[in-house]
Structure formats: C-alpha cells, structure tokens
C-alpha cells in the first residue's frame, strides 16, 4: 500500500468538502483579480478585527447559516466532505490551526517545536483547556486522538510515518516520526486531527458521534442527519467570553436560488454557497453584503481514466484543448476568480501557474489532438454534474458546447447532490464537474489527493496512474521546504498538465452572502467560516 492513504479535496458542492471552484486568467486579468483576492481577504480581517474592539461586543441570539447540503456524520476520522467537515471543526479543535491568511498558529497547543531533523513534534498545551462537558483536556487525550486516526485512516489519512505518540507529562504532547515528512505540521492543522476525549469519555464509538464532545465553541443540540443541525455555545470554550452567540443553526437549502431568496427576506442570517454570478446582487442589495477570501480550491473537469474513452490521453488532451478557459472563466465567475493554469491555486506555495505550459484553446490543435487517438470521428459521452448549482449548470454548457466542436458529443446528467455524490465515489461516470480544495495550507494537501492511485480517493476518482508522479509526489513529502522541493512540485505538476486527468478550470474566491447585520464573520481559505467572534445587530 502507498504510504499515503488519502488527502482530501474536500468537496464544495457549491463548494472538499469536496468542494469549489478554482481559475487562472490571462496576464492582465490575473493582476486584476490577485489585486481582489488581496482585497477580499483584508475585507474578512477588517471584518474579524471589528469584532475584537475594547467595548463589549453584544451576546446573545442565535445566526442561521444555509447550506446547500446536511451533515450527515461528526466522524472526525471517517468524513472528507464540506457539509461534514464544516460542522466537525465547530466541535473538535487541533493543535495548530490556520487563520484566515493561511498562516499556521498555536491553537489548543499554547506552544510547539520541531526538532532540527524533522522528526520530534513537541507540543504544549494550553493551561486550564477543558472539553465541553468540563472534563480537563490532557496530552492523554492528544495520544488517544492521534492513535485513533492512524488506527481508521479514513479520507484524510496521517501519511507521516509515525514513530511513537506519548505524552511526557500533562501538557507536553510529543510524536516522533520514523523518517521526515514536511507537509506533517501544516496537516495537523485541519479538521481531521481535532482533539477527542480518551476512550471517547467513557461511552461507544457510536455514541459518541452521535453527541461529541469537544473543545470546540459549539456543542451540538439538535441533529438531523437530513436536515438542520443546532449547535449551543460551549460554556467551557477556552476562549473566554467567547462565542458570543448563543446557538447556531445549519439550515439546509438545496437550492443557490432559495438561499439568496431566504437571506434577502432575513430568514437566514448567512449563506455558505454563493454563486459568483450572485456576488454583485447581494452585496449591493439593502440588507446584505458579500464576505469573501482567496481560497485553496480548484474548479475541475475530472476524467474517469477506466473509461474507455478517456482512458485515451489524446481524447483528454484535445477536449482541454477545445476549451476556452479563459473565457468560461471570464463569463461564469464576473472578476471573482483567475483561469487555472496548475493544479495548485495560487494562494497555495509552489503552485508553478507562472511556469506552467497549459493547454490553451486552439481549435485546430484540438482536432489534430483527437486525430491522434483512438476515436478520430469522436464519441457520445456523459457529463455528470450535481444539480441545485446554476454556475456548475453554466460550465457543463460551456464544456458540451467545446466537445461538439470537434466531434465528441456530451450528454449533461445533472443528478441531486447526495447520487452525484454516490455515483463518482462508485467510479460511475466517465467526466464531472466538481472541485479540489486543499485541507491545509500545503501542495500536498491537494496533490496527493489528486495524484495517488492507491490512496483513498484513487487519484481523486480518475484512476489516474502515473509513475513518474508517484515518485515525485513522495519526493516532494520528504523534500524540505526549498528550491528543491519547488522543482519537485513544478516537474509534477506539469506532466499532470500534459495528460490532464482532470482539466483544472479556474479559482474562485471564496464568497458567503451575508446579513448587514452580522459582523465578526472570518471566512477560512478552505471555505469554512470561524463563528467565535460573530454578533447580530439589530
């Protein structure tokens, strides 16, 4: 087996969980939108920091989020998805986190080191940490958390090659790794490696998830696995005075139209899934506003390399070849993302877009691409995209419309979210339309999601097998952070845009429509929002 098991890609239905979309523009367009990006993420701080004034902020009242799908389990080890994972992480905290610039900090660790080797992790934690029920947080429950994710695995697996885990004494946290892995502290920070009590507190696995008990600043009320969730403050938070509401509700809205609908009439406070083509509309409606970062996803075109047409490198290479990026990304994302060139969104290190050679449209080299293959007249296929997402909608036209010029002919499935999900887990489709996102702030955190074929995802569910990849995908995890490791990750990066497995589309920031009202709201680069510091005018 491959020593990495999996990294996610979150998926964004809307949005990895698993997850968004993602772009790279021609030269002067990508000045213009970096410049946006910079710009929204001063917006968010400017946002967190009003909340963090002298005077005290108002408490109290409940917020009202939409989403565009339900949680359906709190499996810290086991979940992958954004309508999962987004809810997991107002429960369970880790170590270390990332804040809004993509930053690691000290989290429920008040302190860390890592030896000069690379391979001794020594944490410290914070004093006086309690989970919600008010039991004390100690480095035993550290050892047990960690014990548990290496023992499931699961979508976010720990690729580190761990040593041993122990507790030093009740605050001291210490992991030795067997050999260095660089991407292992920026992977600690996402939602998977959250903090649970020792032998779960005492009760079942089972029982457990159903009623988790974290250090989080929610615990959760009321659950229904096909519908809303409410959470409750966590009167423990070791954020003192914080949060300063007193519940919130995940309300589930499958529909992009009914959730701006819902937030104009004020019946929720915000919602997750923004369409970029609605961005102006609400942030210039009366009683709304747009709140928004640079984000860690990718907007895709996955190929099912089993199938029989494009299993074919030159069908892959001549569709990509046919398609306007650029322009589909000027028509469907109104300035708020930049066309793809990488893999890698430019708010990740390494992302080489500057350097990538891509394959730009042009028709002719299209139809010579597709010459060259084994279906030189072209074929009838099928596009799978998840219903309830007008942008999603938008691009498998755009994406029919490229087939048809050069003979292949694209049938669009859109199917509701919870099949769409089930049938590409099942490797039941030949193309779709969906988004990579990065967990942490590392290359890794997406390239070996997309690019490992024994992993949990199988190459993101492409099947994608590729050697020479494989072989920089694990040099780039034990490289150092350098040159060398930029090299690594360039080279990897474009064979991937030679054989497209996955056609990278564009970026899109990250955009939550939001209630005048609300202030203190911190959106995350992985598309998750921080609710500590969130309060409710009148």
């Given at each position: 087996?491959?020593?990495?098991?999996?990294?996610?890609?979150?998926?964004?239905?809307?949005?990895?969980?698993?997850?968004?979309?993602?772009?790279?523009?021609?030269?002067?367009?990508?000045?213009?939108?970096?410049?946006?990006?910079?710009?929204?993420?001063?917006?968010?701080?400017q946002g967190a920091n009003q909340s963090a004034t002298p005077e005290e902020p108002a408490a109290g009242?409940?917020?009202?989020?939409?989403?565009?799908?339900?949680?359906?389990?709190?499996?810290?080890?086991?979940?992958?998805?954004?309508?999962?994972?987004?809810?997991?992480?107002?429960?369970?905290?880790?170590?270390?986190?990332?804040?809004?610039?993509?930053?690691?900090?000290?989290?429920?660790?008040?302190?860390?080191?890592?030896?000069e080797d690379g391979l001794t992790y020594t944490f410290v934690l914070r004093d006086g940490l309690k989970f919600s029920n008010g039991t004390e947080v100690t480095a035993e429950d550290a050892v047990f958390s960690l014990q548990r994710h290496l023992k499931v695995g699961g979508p976010l697996a720990i690729a580190a090659k761990v040593d041993t885990t122990v507790a030093k004494d009740k605050q001291t946290f210490v992991i030795t790794l067997k050999e260095p892995y660089t991407p292992f502290i920026s992977e600690l920070s996402n939602f998977s490696n959250g903090i649970i009590p020792n032998n779960f507190g005492g009760v079942s696995e089972e029982e457990f998830f159903k009623k988790p008990v974290g250090t989080g600043p929610f615990v959760v009320e009321q659950w229904d696995a096909a519908g809303d969730l409410t959470f409750t403050k966590n009167p423990n938070y070791w954020q003192e005075g914080k949060p300063y509401i007193d519940k919130l509700v995940y309300k589930l809205i499958e529909d992009d139209s009914q959730a701006i609908n819902q937030l104009k009439a004020g019946e929720v406070n915000a919602i997750e899934s923004l369409a970029l083509q609605n961005a102006d509309e609400i942030k210039k409606g009366p009683d709304t506003t747009v709140v928004t970062n640079g984000s860690w996803v990718t907007e895709q075109l996955f190929f099912n390399t089993l199938d029989k047409n494009f299993s074919d490198v030159h069908v892959r290479r001549a569709l990509a070849l046919a398609l306007d990026r650029e322009g589909?990304?000027?028509?469907?994302?109104?300035?708020?993302?930049?066309?793809?060139?990488?893999?890698?969104?430019?708010?990740?290190?390494?992302?080489?877009?500057?350097?990538?050679?891509?394959?730009?449209?042009?028709?002719?080299?299209?139809?010579?691409?597709?010459?060259?293959?084994?279906?030189?007249?072209?074929?009838?296929?099928?596009?799978?995209?998840?219903?309830?997402?007008?942008?999603?909608?938008?691009?498998?036209?755009?994406?029919?419309?490229?087939?048809?010029?050069?003979?292949?002919?694209?049938?669009?499935?859109?199917?509701?979210?919870?099949?769409?999900?089930?049938?590409?887990?099942?490797?039941?489709?030949?193309?779709?339309?969906?988004?990579?996102?990065?967990?942490?702030?590392?290359?890794?955190?997406?390239?070996?999601?997309?690019?490992?074929?024994?992993?949990?995802?199988?190459?993101?569910?492409?099947?994608?097998?590729?050697?020479?990849?494989?072989?920089?995908?694990?040099?780039g995890q034990k490289t150092p952070?350098?040159?060398?490791?930029?090299?690594?990750?360039?080279?990897?990066?474009?064979?991937?845009?030679?054989?497209?497995?996955?056609?990278?589309?564009?970026?899109?920031?990250?955009?939550?429509?939001?209630?005048?009202?609300?202030?203190?709201?911190?959106?995350?680069?992985?598309?998750?929002?921080?609710?500590?510091?969130?309060r409710i005018g009148k």
């Open positions: 087996m491959s020593q990495l098991k999996a990294f996610r890609k979150s998926f964004w239905i809307g949005t990895v969980a698993l997850l968004l979309l993602v772009v790279v523009a021609g030269c002067s367009d990508s000045k213009n939108n970096s410049e946006s990006n910079k710009n929204a993420q001063q917006n968010t701080n009242g409940t917020f009202v989020y939409g989403r565009p799908a339900s949680v359906t389990s709190l499996d810290l080890h086991n979940q992958i998805t954004s309508n999962n994972a987004f809810a997991i992480d107002k429960v369970f905290e880790s170590l270390v986190a990332f804040d809004s610039k993509g930053e690691i900090v000290d989290w429920l660790a008040k302190s860390h080191s890592i030896s589909l990304t000027k028509a469907l994302t109104f300035g708020y993302a930049q066309t793809a060139n990488s893999l890698l969104p430019t708010t990740i290190p390494y992302n080489a877009n500057e350097t990538i050679k891509a394959l730009n449209f042009d028709l002719e080299d299209a139809k010579a691409e597709l010459a060259k293959s084994a279906f030189p007249n072209g074929f009838n296929t099928k596009l799978l995209v998840a219903s309830g997402n007008s942008t999603r909608a938008q691009e498998a036209q755009i994406i029919q419309a490229a087939g048809k010029s050069i003979g292949i002919n694209i049938e669009i499935e859109s199917i509701e979210l919870a099949t769409f999900r089930e049938r590409f887990f099942a490797y039941d489709f030949a193309a779709m339309l969906n988004s990579g996102q990065a967990d942490s702030p590392e290359a890794n955190s997406i390239i070996a999601f997309q690019t490992d074929p024994e992993g949990f995802s199988k190459s993101y569910w492409t099947h994608y097998t590729n050697d020479e990849v494989t072989k920089l995908l694990y040099e952070d350098g040159k060398e490791r930029e090299a690594t990750y360039t080279k990897l990066l474009q064979t991937l845009a030679d054989e497209v497995p996955y056609i990278p589309l564009y970026y899109p920031d990250i955009l939550k429509g939001v209630g005048s009202s609300v202030d203190g709201l911190v959106v995350l680069p992985n598309g998750s929002v921080r609710f500590e510091e969130v």
